[in-house]
């Protein structure tokens, strides 16, 4: 009897080591025992990755527009998810009354609180905001959803292939095409040299101008004599038409001469785009509808739709 007590307990740890877990990230390592149930997104490209692996958290910081979530992701959230405060400001309070077993952030956000985070529960960080394969892939570790993430990420990958085939031969000699990732606010607008949308269209083969080498997040433009630094083959703008400011700035600075003598705007070939896909997203599902856009932009058909998570 005594043996067969052993051996149970033997056997009991033994499972209890294979489904234990130690993943890597930003802050350095982090043990996951079993397969976390309890999932909190602290970030926007977290609860979109959550989305696209299927998993339904028990709590998501809320959206920057469209509250209290992007209208994307909100029918592969659960019914009564609770929504904890900003990405910028977590109800660290919320979090532990959710008693989570995974907790998913990102060092520009969390990097503060992240002692805190880890003391609730398991925490794992996301070195950048915007890196979606990396966050794709470190939820898919820290899940036990590895397949499935790889799943999602060879799905982007054969999109992306299929993209860069058909406008190189679309585009011709044009290609390839250098563009510029701008967006208007209240009292200015803003020229991304980095960035959510800005590393899809260098993935993808886009180039920028002499003028947009540099490095860093982008520069602010405060003044209208600063739009010849936007020129580009094709420019995207996003902002936020709720915004009657925002809307009056871009009006002034789309209205000037300087505006009208950029080449993308005399060839016509100045897109307006989605702010939540191109900005707030951050994650696989927004890379693949931003990937829509750009098809849809450039009059080209893709070699197939775009997947739903749940079918991936």
């Given amino acids: 009897m005594r043996i067969a007590l052993l051996l149970l307990l033997a056997v009991s740890g033994a499972c209890r080591a294979e489904s234990t877990r130690t993943v890597e990230h930003a802050f350095g ?11 909190v997104t602290l970030y926007q490209g977290a609860t979109d990755t959550a989305v696209a692996l299927g998993i339904k958290p028990v709590g998501v910081v809320e959206s920057w527009v469209e509250k209290p979530m992007y209208r994307y992701l909100r029918d592969g959230l659960p019914e009564g998810v609770r929504y904890l405060g900003l990405e910028t400001q977590p109800d660290l309070e919320s979090v532990a009354w ?24 398991p925490t794992v960080v996301l070195d950048t905001a915007y890196d979606f394969k990396a966050m794709l892939m470190l939820m898919g570790e820290a899940t036990g ?4 993430a790889q799943a999602l990420l060879d799905d982007w990958e054969d999109r992306v292939a299929d ?18 990732v701008v967006s208007f606010r209240s009292d200015h607008a803003r020229l991304y040299y980095d960035g959510f949308a800005r590393s899809i269209l260098d993935e993808l083969g886009f180039q920028r101008s002499d003028t947009q080498q540099h490095t860093g997040w982008g520069i602010k433009l405060t003044s209208r004599e600063s739009i010849p630094a936007m020129d580009a083959d ?19 600075w789309t209205q000037h001469p300087l505006w009208q003598n950029l080449e993308a ?3 016509g070939r100045v897109y307006r785009v989605d702010p939540v896909i191109w900005s707030m997203g951050a994650g696989v599902l927004a890379a693949n509808r931003l990937l829509d856009e750009l098809y849809a932009h450039y009059g080209l058909e893709p070699a197939r739709n775009a997947r739903e998570c749940q079918e991936c």
């Fill in 98 to 121: 959710l008693a989570p077993d995974l907790i998913v952030g990102t060092r520009y956000r969390h990097e503060a609180v992240y002692p805190l985070l880890s003391r609730i529960a």
């Fill in 29 to 39: 390592e982090t043990r996951i025992e079993g397969t976390p149930r309890r999932i």
């Fill in 163 to 180: 993209f860069r085939s058909q406008i190189e031969a679309a585009l011709g000699e044009a290609w390839p095409q250098e563009v510029a």
């Fill in 234 to 252: 094709a420019i995207f703008v996003f902002m936020r038409d709720s915004d009657p400011a925002v809307v009056e700035t871009y009006r002034q």
């Fill in 145 to 148: 959803q590895e397949h499935r």
């Fill in 265 to 267: 705007a005399r060839q």
